[in-house]
Each structure stands twice: as structure tokens, then as C-alpha cells.
T-cell receptor
Framework: DVKVTQSSRYLVKRTGEKVFLECVQD?????MFWYRQDPGLGLRLIYF???????EKGDIPEGYSVSREKKERFSLILESASTNQTSMYLC???????????FGEGSRLTVL | SQKIEQNSEALNIQEGKTATLTCNYT??????LQWYRQDPGRGPVFLLL?????KEKRKERLKVTFDTTLKQSLFHITASQPADSATYLC???????????FGAGTTVTVRA
């Protein structure tokens, strides 16, 4: 089975701190994604990557950056966390032929 | 951009009945549409994918229809069980580039 692992389930950070969210997948998928999920808004795409060192902006990239140095690892970076970035962050990878996404368990970030 | 609406935030049904969820979209003609299940505090899990040339698809007690004229998908859970209680998300790839857009979800509660 495909496994997508997010490094932290729960984080509490202070405004202005730099935050790293790590994601690793074990099925050699090319595409990886970062979404955030907020009540009533559904999942919104922040960034995605279709290859090592490649990245593209999603719908809400402001305030975020990403890094993909290895195929299996995709990191989301909040350069200076703000309270409006309090959310559930979900990493996913996909099997290209179907577009079916495999999600991690999520990282719930609280910014105080 | 694509707008995806799921008919209601919550659906409460009696065990054994059929739950019907609606997903409506605007603006684009996706090549396929997907449904995911999400349990509280967990990442979404893929359930079904239906392509634009398929009218209906089934998987065990789940049935999905896709009407590209109405721009609507219906998701049915037949003979529902309390274990089916979860939030169900529809998702579609508006530009056929494996970037999924999600609806906000419908939370189904099945009463024993």
C-alpha cells in the first residue's frame, strides 16, 4: 500500500516563526501536493510538484514556499507564520495514470 | 476558476437507507470526477473515479453517476451502515493536469 507520511500531526507555533512541514511518500510517485483544509472551504491547493526541483503554484501560494530535493520528499515552508495560517495541512501524492490522490494523515498547525 | 458545490453540509439517515449526495460544478468540463471519504482528523481516502464517458460506476454499496450536461455527480451509499458515517468529498481536475479541486464536503451520519 502507498504510504504518505507527514512528519508532525500537531504543531503550535508563534507568529513570525519559520515553520517546516515535511512529507514523504514511498511509492515513487512523480506528483506531490500540499493542500490546506479549513471548515466550509474544503481543500485548497497551495503548491504542487511534478518532479524533483520543480514546483508550481496552486490556488493560494501566498505566504508559503516549497522544496523538493528528492523525489520522495516534499516540504512546505511558512517563512513567517501568521495566525491566518492556522489550519489542517494535507500532503498528497498521485499515481499519474489515474490522478487518484493518496493523502497523509495531516498536520494540524496552530499559530498563536 | 472552477466552483464545486456539494448539496448540503450534513446528512442524517437511518441505517439501511440510501444516502444520496450531490456534487455540482460550473465553468469547465472535467475529464473525470472523483469521490473521497474523510474521517475526523484523518486525511481523505480515495473511493471512486468516474470518467466523462461513463454514466455510472459501482463499488460494493457505492454508486456514482456523472451527468456532464447537468454538470452534476450523484454519490449513493446503499444499505447504509453506521460505519459509513464520515465526510464525503467530490473532486475534479478542471484542466486535466492532475491538480484536483475539491468541494467542501458533505458529512453523513448514519443512525443505528
Amino acid at each position: 500500500d502507498v504510504k504518505v507520511t507527514q512528519s508532525s500531526r500537531y504543531l503550535v507555533k508563534r507568529t513570525g516563526e519559520k515553520v517546516f512541514l515535511e512529507c514523504v511518500q514511498d511509492m515513487d510517485h512523480e506528483n506531490m501536493f500540499w493542500y490546506r483544509q479549513d471548515p466550509g472551504l474544503g481543500l485548497r491547493l497551495i503548491y504542487f510538484s511534478y518532479d524533483v526541483k520543480m514546483k508550481e503554484k496552486g490556488d493560494i501560494p501566498e505566504g508559503y514556499s516549497v522544496s523538493r530535493e528528492k523525489k520522495e520528499r516534499f516540504s512546505l515552508i511558512l517563512e513567517s507564520a501568521s495566525t491566518n495560517q492556522t489550519s489542517m495541512y494535507l500532503c498528497a501524492s498521485d499515481r499519474m495514470n489515474t490522478g487518484e490522490l493518496f493523502f497523509g494523515e495531516g498536520s494540524r498547525l496552530t499559530v498563536l | 476558476s472552477q466552483k464545486i458545490e456539494q448539496n448540503s453540509e450534513a446528512l442524517n439517515i437511518q441505517e439501511g437507507k440510501t444516502a444520496t449526495l450531490t456534487c455540482n460544478y460550473t465553468n469547465y468540463s472535467p475529464a473525470y470526477l472523483q469521490w473521497y471519504r474523510q474521517d475526523p482528523g484523518r486525511g481523505p481516502v480515495f473511493l471512486l473515479l468516474i470518467r466523462e464517458n461513463e454514466k455510472e460506476k459501482r463499488k460494493e454499496r457505492l454508486k456514482v453517476t456523472f451527468d456532464t450536461t447537468l454538470k452534476q455527480s450523484l454519490f449513493h451509499i446503499t444499505a447504509s451502515q453506521p460505519a459509513d458515517s464520515a465526510t464525503y468529498l467530490c473532486a475534479l481536475d478542471e484542466s486535466n493536469d492532475y491538480k484536483l479541486s475539491f468541494g467542501a464536503g458533505t458529512t453523513v451520519t448514519v443512525r443505528a
